[in-house]
């Protein structure tokens, strides 16, 4: 009888311990999703701010462009656009 409590105890002990590891590996798992996925985000956040300051720079020198322009230049260059 003995032997057969003693059994139980190690199997417990064993099952308490593979569980606290399989909850501390679930746990760290989920931390490193959590962290990989913010960090995503944040890039994406990056790169779209990137672009919309591109874009910004890019209007912002054809705008000068045109200003700059003379009113024969910016006409032919119009009627030239309108054809292609």
């Known amino acids: 009888m ?3 409590a003693r059994i139980f105890v190690t199997l417990r002990t064993r099952m308490a ?3 606290g590891l399989i909850v501390i590996f679930l746990a760290a ?3 490193a999703t959590r962290q990989g996925r913010q960090a995503a985000e944040a890039e994406f956040v990056i790169r779209a701010a990137d672009a919309r300051i591109r874009a910004l720079r890019t209007s912002l020198e054809v705008t000068h462009e045109i ?3 003379s009113d024969d230049e910016r006409n032919r260059r119009l009627d030239r656009w309108m054809r292609d």
């Open 2 to 4: 003995m032997l057969i």
């Open 17 to 19: 311990l593979w569980g």
């Open 29 to 31: 798992l989920r931390v």
């Open 67 to 69: 200003e700059t322009l």
